[in-house]
């Protein structure tokens, strides 16, 4: 390997070491793009253009730049995630000595943006940063391993954009999205005793069992289109859509005891639509709002392109309501707040590994201007899930049933500059 691609090799490795590990909204979507947006729970993100950051939900909004300017952040995630009430039945019997799984971790998610005015007109800019992954890993030792074991998808997205103004009211903007994508999938039914009803006192061995043990990455392309509307400076609309593509991951693909590292994953990642609206009512208080689609039924199964079924979903679509207010206080400071309701994922089928419900956000954050060039700004929020009762049954290891719940606390801080 020549020392540019083992360069470019390593820089890949370490951002999404970096990246999403905790889903921090339904599905496995990520909202993590900037420490500004999660100050206000996302409310306006698509339109207010108050830092780079805005390239990642609408290519539009770039044309509201009148300066090249940078931004970088951090997004940490700290999620609780607890699966309890566990009932795991083989050959339908309860399997004892079953203990509460707390599957939650710390994830820390970078992003970098830079937007550059080319003149009046164009306007060019590019990010690196992610939209969706999520880790869930149970004990080794658990018994319901066969729907729970080890799940762990991570994204990363390369962004190049371009947004052009046609007059002082309408702005259209779009890009291409170069993706890298990875999972991680074990199920397997680990070594156990059940009682034997013929002598309760010489239990029957159930030898550990592999299911699924995948490990896979690729990369795909995918675009995004969007446009401004300007009334006037105090008042504007933004509209953006985002094409997700079918991610095809190559590795090592094993299937019961069959090896099928000849085909590739399908990970279907979902499109997305936004519509936000930001207001200045007065110099020193605005409102803000975000409406988001979320296409999650695309996510119906995970399969090969040989054709065998790893996994069924069948997800619906999923919302985003998100309002917010910022606050100027003088000079130096802007205080945020805001509030979104999510929508689950999940259907009729629901599932311990990806643990989902609806979500409620409640956020806060500031901006410190150290210059009229520079500032720091910094968001927090506390995600609410809610307890979900979970039925799942696989021939021939049996089914389990279990109450689950994700709540999340993300803190994110980020460093912007205009030139």
Do not use: C
Not at 175 to 181: A, R, S
Not at 288 to 311: A, C, M, P
Request: hydrophobic share 35%.
């Amino acid at each position: 390997m020549n020392k540019k691609r083992l360069f470019t090799k390593s820089i890949v490795a370490l951002t999404v070491a970096m990246a999403s590990q905790q889903a921090a909204a339904a599905g496995f979507q990520l909202n993590g793009q900037s420490a500004t947006g999660l100050g206000r729970a996302f409310a306006g993100d698509a339109v207010i253009a108050d830092n780079a950051s805005v390239l990642s939900r609408n290519a539009a909004a770039m044309a509201l730049f009148d300066a090249p300017a940078i931004s970088l952040g951090l997004n940490v995630i700290d999620t609780d995630i607890q699966v309890k009430d566990i009932d795991y039945k083989f050959a339908g019997q309860s399997i004892p000595g079953q203990s509460n799984q707390s599957v939650g971790g710390t994830a820390y998610v970078p992003n970098i943006y830079y937007i550059h005015p080319i003149n009046d007109k164009f306007t060019v800019g590019g990010g690196i940063y992610s939209n969706f992954g999520t880790k869930t890993e149970f004990d080794d030792s658990f018994s319901a391993n066969a729907f729970g074991g080890l799940t762990d998808v991570k994204s990363i997205n390369f962004a190049l954009s371009v947004a052009y103004r046609i007059n002082e009211q309408f702005s259209v903007g779009g890009g291409l999205d170069l993706i890298y994508g990875s999972g991680k999938l074990q199920r397997y039914v680990p070594a156990f005793q059940v009682p034997n009803p013929m002598d309760p006192t010489k239990p029957i061995d159930v030898p550990k069992t592999d299911l699924v043990d995948i490990d896979a990455d690729g990369y795909a392309l995918g675009w995004n289109i969007g446009g401004v509307y300007e009334v006037n400076e105090d008042h504007r609309f933004g509209l953006s859509y985002r094409y997700s593509p079918d991610l095809e991951a190559s590795g090592d693909l094993k299937h019961a005891t069959d090896d099928i590292s000849n085909d590739k994953l399908i990970m279907p990642l979902p499109d997305m639509a936004e519509f936000s609206g930001f207001h200045k009512l007065n110099d020193q208080f605005a409102v803000h709002y975000s409406v988001q689609w979320i296409r999650w039924s695309e996510f119906d199964k995970l399969e090969t392109t040989g054709g065998t079924e790893l996994n069924k979903y069948e997800w619906k679509d999923g919302w985003h309501y998100a309002l917010g207010g910022t606050y100027y206080l003088n000079n130096d400071w802007e205080l945020r707040a805001g509030y979104m309701y999510d929508t689950s994922a999940q259907d009729k089928l629901t599932s311990i590994s990806v643990p989902d419900s609806d979500r409620q956000w409640l956020s806060g954050g500031f901006t410190y201007h150290i210059d009229n060039k520079s500032n720091i700004d910094f968001g927090l929020t506390y995600l609410m899930g809610k307890d979900i009762n979970v039925e799942e049954s696989k021939m021939p290891v049996g089914s389990v049933t279990a109450t689950t719940r994700a709540n999340a606390w993300l803190y994110g801080v980020q460093y912007s500059r205009s030139f």
